[in-house]
C-alpha cells in the first residue's frame, strides 16, 4: 500500500509540474576553441541518464571520448544532408538533472543551409531525447503503481476474508456463549432439583432407619415367644 501511495504521488507531481522541454543555445570550449551548441537539461536521475545519452550517442557512430566531451568524427546523424558530419558532446551534473550539450557540423560544408540543418537537427535530437525519458520514466512509474494496485487488491482480499472469518468467529462464539448460558441455566435448575432430592433422601433414610429398628424389635418380640413356650 505505501508503495503504491508512493508510485501514485509521483505521478501526480509529474502531472502537475508538466516537464517543459527547454533546449538552449550554449557555446563551449573545445580544445581552446568556442563551439557553438545547444544544451537541455533532464530532471531524471544523473547516472541513469548519463547511461542512456551515451547509449543514444554510439547510435550515431563510433564515440571517442575525450577529457570533458565526446566526439564522432564521422557522425551518422538521420534527416542530414550528406557530407562529413562531426558531433560534439558534453555532459555535465546540474542541481536540476543531468545537462547534455550537443553541437553538430558539416565539415565539408560551412553554408547556411548546413548551419541551419545542424542547428535544427541538434535542437531535435536533444528535445526527442528528454520527451523520450521523461516518458519512459512515467511508464516506469506507471508499471510499478499497476504491480503496487495489483499487491493493494491482493491485500484488500485477505482482508476482507479475514473480515468475514472474524465474523463467523463472532456468531459462533455467541452461539456457543447461548449454549453456555442454557447450560448453565439447566445446570443451575438440576442443582436446586438434586438439593430438593438430597433432602428428601435425608428424611427417607430417616423414615427407613426408624423402619429397620421396628422391624428389628418386632423380630426380637417374635423370637422372645419362642422362649416362652414350655
Partial sequence: MKKLLLCLCMIMTLGATAQKIKVLEENVNIEKILVQGFFVVVDLDVADMQKAWKKQLKTYGKVSNETNYSIIPKANVPSFLNGSIVAYSKTTESPNGLKIWLSIANASSVSEVEQVKSE????????????????????????????????????????????????????????????????????????????KQKVDNAEDKKKAAEEVERMKRAAELVKLKLKEIN
Avoid at 141 to 166: C, G, W
Avoid at 175 to 193: A, Q, V
Wanted: charge should be negative; proline fraction near 0%; glycine fraction near 2%.
Fill in 120 to 195: 535544427e537537427q541538434a535542437r531535435t535530437i536533444l528535445h526527442d531525447f528528454a520527451a523520450t525519458s521523461y516518458i519512459n520514466n512515467i511508464n516506469e512509474q506507471i508499471k510499478d503503481a499497476e504491480a503496487a494496485l495489483i499487491l493493494a487488491n491482493k491485500n484488500e482480499e485477505r482482508t476482507v476474508k479475514k473480515s468475514e472469518y472474524i465474523d463467523k468467529q463472532i456468531s459462533k462464539n455467541g452461539e456457543e456463549k447461548l449454549l453456555l448460558e442454557e447450560k448453565l441455566k439447566k445446570n443451575g435448575e438440576d442443582l436446586i432439583l438434586f438439593k
